[in-house]
């Protein structure tokens, strides 16, 4: 078992950053790719970045490649989500998640966290 918990969301002006944080605790969480997703009002949940247990691979969905770095700290067991140069569009709440493979399909992943609101207001 493993239990994520986001933070470091909230309301930013389009152009501004913030950095999300996922805490994670339980099972060894060094063996899990982590990934990040967003869902925003009447949408799915869609893809973001993924992270590799080592952190030697990334993945990131091509609306945000450039913009936004996914990394994490095996030390502290926590996985991060820098995001830069923010859009109105990049409005949703973004969830981490926990999986054993490095892959972007939400329905693999195996944890999810409850998710943090971020607003880009124009």
């Known amino acids: 078992q493993v239990q994520l918990v986001e933070s470091g969301g909230g309301l930013v002006q389009a152009g501004g950053s913030l950095r999300l944080s996922c805490a994670a605790s339980?099972?060894?969480?060094?063996?899990?790719?982590m990934g990040w997703f967003r869902q925003a009002p009447g949408k799915e949940r869609e893809f973001v970045a993924t992270?590799?247990?080592?952190?030697?691979?990334?993945y990131y969905a091509d609306s945000v490649k450039g913009r936004f770095t996914i990394s994490r700290d095996n030390a502290k067991n926590t996985v991060y989500l820098q995001m830069n140069s923010l859009k109105p569009e990049d409005t949703a709440v973004y969830y981490c998640a926990a999986v054993p493979f490095l892959v972007s399909d939400p329905n693999v992943y195996d944890y999810w966290g409850q998710g943090t609101q971020v607003t880009v207001s124009s």
């Open positions: 992270i590799s247990w080592s952190g030697g691979n990334t």
């Open positions: 339980g099972s060894t969480f060094s063996s899990y790719a």
